[in-house]
């Protein structure tokens, strides 16, 4: 932080050919990599604690992927199947679903930052000795570890919906959700920073959660879309959780080559297929960029 | 835990100043406070204690001044004043999902304590404010009593060398209040550590070494509570009459003395009151309705020092509360 800048710089001026005093005489505090550690690691557990605590949250944010994949799913599908080429309308929303079902756990988990404000723990958090990304780095690493338990219970049910476990997809479903749930929960932390009240966050959350949802194509598929709805589904992250998740769904079951250039186009840019691993880098990005932003604002914010 | 000695005040201000838009809350402090004393901030909400409270740890910048804290300059060397000092804020900072434990546990992590020494010292701390075996309840089912004495346990777990307390008793019974004092003067008894107070409780202030009164942004008199006592050096007298304002001109007229209206009652100070209670009757040429004599109080200080009962100050001082807020939405 700034007063180590500050502190440091005579000594970096130090003339060459004269020795360098001895820089841990300064007054450097002693803020050791260790003890940065040691609160992310801190910060990260409380969040798991506090999740562990709280059965019902797991409990009722359950419900959310039960409605769309079971009744939504299965009220749609008779409707749908003329366009399914034979898949499982229920099959197809799954990703979606996964993909909603971190988001809103991710989007709680970084709510409680400001509940954390309500209630003054913030304070306790931002007077310790340590720098302000390290706490804001614990929050985010440990909502996206609550979120993304989340994600492993629905993919714990994908059977239901005719989605076979296979490590190999686990593992796929795994990675892209832990990714979106990092992403999700620093974009939440970011807002966090600024919003007082819980009604304003949980305002905001609506405003956001729903419009991605929509627009990924979590519902419907992206492939003869109208040209604004296809530009805001490129521009939405989610699009690039969804579908790899689709994708990699896809291969594990026998669709044919028809059913999946109807139901699963893949994204392009100006034609160009954009590939899974890129795809999952641009919501890693998006994730470090938010991580950064959130904490130039919990760091200026003094 | 503090390693190296450091003999200095464990507090010294120089000119601190804290504006916030047109307000100006704070307007330069200066301040030594002695290292193992007890000092108290004295004066009524909204006089810029808390303030100066959260310059001092470093929670607040402040816009003009410096200050040494353990030694560190608050600005520069904030972690270094952060790791020297505990603190206990009004409002709770405690986490009500989680036990008591677990709480202090979090923080001895935040603080970097040493793993070995955190289980001994968090026994002692918790021991300390009677909470030892509550320790694996949830904060959330706390009272408000035990969670300030949890807060300071946990303000105490680093074993800081100044340990802040900002307002530690507001908003509890005054049977709380008195156990609250008393964990303060066992601390004082077995710890070696500064304890520096806001409160606006006149009584509390008598447990303090030496107390600043502080009246709207500055140190209005700075000094042991005898020493302010005797420096009034006059009894407080306070009348009900049928008409105040009269009352007040009389007594300008034909005593020489300076009344006010506080409280609902004529009140001033004389020397040695009980004898002047005679001549007030017979010289007034007022009707008066009760006579109360008292001996030279915390709150006479204050009223001698600032013009005002602390109550009275209270209620002025929350329209300036109100600006000050007002400035600080604003420059959000």
Redesign the interface.
Known sequence: MATETVAATPENASPPGLPRRDVASLHVPARSLRSELRAIRVVWRRELIRFSRDRLRILTSLVQPFLFLFVLGTGLSTLASAGTHGVNFKTFIYPGVLCMAVMFTAMFSAASIVWDREFGFLREMMVAPVRRSSIVLGKVLGGATVAAFQGLIVIAISPLVSVPYAPLLILQLFALALLLAFAITAFGVMFAARINQMQSFMALMQMVIMPMFFISGALFSVAKLPAWLGVLNRLDPLTYAVEPMRRAIFAHLHVSAAARHALDPGVTWWGWHVPTLLEAAVIAALGLVMLSIAIWEFSRAE | MPSESYSGPAVLAKGLVKRYEEVEAVRGIDLEVHSGETFGFLGPNGAGKSTTINML?????PSAGTALVAG?DVV?????V??NIG?V?Q????????TAE?NL???A????MPRGSVGERMQQVMEMVGLWERRGSLVGTFSGGMKRRLEIARGLLHSPRVLFLDEPTVGLDPQTRSSIWTYISELKRDEDITIFLTTHYMDEAEYCDRIAIMDQGTIVVLDTPEALKASVGKDRVQIQTADDEAAIEALQERFGIDAVLAEGAVTFGVPEGEHFVPRLFAELGQPIRSVNVSRPSLDDVFMSYTGSTIRDAEQSSAVTDMRRNMARMMSR
Not at chain 2, 76 to 80: C, I, M
Not at chain 2, 91 to 98: A, E, I, K, P, V
Request: glycine share 6%; charged share 40%.
């Open positions: 740890c470093t929670l607040v910048r560190h520069r060397e904030r972690d270094e952060r790791r603190l804020f409002d709770t900072t405690l986490d009500g999902y989680l677990q546990r979090l923080h992590e935040l603080y970097g």
